[in-house]
């Protein structure tokens, strides 16, 4: 069994431009949450992908969007980078949007 | 929205002693979930609770589902150096809902 896998491990972007990062959903999955982590604190909810929709949504600004593909692999997309988008970005895969969630490594931005 | 409260913010042990935490908030939860994060890496999932009053251990850790579904407990017994890191709660109020996580247990073995 697959565990979720992210890319890239480490990303440095400059205020303004654009990012994209990548999440493979663990075998079977059909759901991916993303999360946000700053340094010294817990995840923060983005969003969540359930069969290719969005499912709800946190407190973030329409320029973080998502995507998630037919094979359940899912994609987060930042406009418009800001210094404080400097994060982990997690994503978490789960069987059905409620079940237990198995997180990702993560990916590391840092925006200068 | 809901929120979790995890204590202690931090904490330093001996190597070989037990370590109690707490999740707490102010409204109901239906699942919690405990995880731990090394550094630099994703959090991993130590013990799934789906039931008010449930105790569920994995090794040497056990969790508990709080009777107002308002808490929850994580005890790990006989620390050792590798349960270094730091401990998250997390809660799900609602199917269609996402898990809020708390703010994290940083727990220190010292030898």
């Known amino acids: 069994e697959t565990g979720v896998t992210q890319s890239p491990t480490h990303l440095i972007k400059t205020r303004g431009q654009q990012v994209t990062l990548r999440c493979s959903s663990q075998s079977g999955h059909n759901t991916v949450s993303w999360y946000q982590q700053a340094l010294g604190q817990g995840p923060q909810f983005i969003f969540q992908y359930y069969r290719e929709e969005e499912n709800g949504r946190g407190n973030f600004p329409p320029r973080f969007s998502g995507l998630q593909f037919p094979n359940y692999s899912s994609e987060l997309n930042v406009n418009a980078l800001e210094l404080d988008d400097s994060a982990l970005y997690l994503c978490?895969?789960?069987?059905?949007?409620?079940?237990?969630?198995?997180f990702g490594p993560g990916t590391r931005l840092t925006v200068l | 929205g809901q929120q979790l409260n995890q204590s202690p913010q931090s904490m330093f042990i001996q190597e070989g002693e037990d370590v109690s935490m707490n999740c707490t908030s102010s409204s109901i939860f239906n699942t919690w979930l405990w995880y731990k994060q090394d550094p630099g890496e994703g959090p991993v999932l130590l013990i799934a609770l789906y039931k008010a009053g449930e105790l569920t251990s994995n090794g040497r850790l056990t969790a508990q589902f709080g009777i107002t579904r308002k808490d929850s407990f994580l005890n790990i017994s006989a620390s050792i150096p590798s349960d270094v890191g730091i401990y998250f709660c997390a809660g799900l109020v609602n199917y269609g809902q996402n898990f809020v996580f708390g703010p994290g247990t940083r727990l220190s073995v010292l030898p």
């Open positions: 978490a895969s789960s069987l059905g949007n409620t079940d237990t969630q198995y």
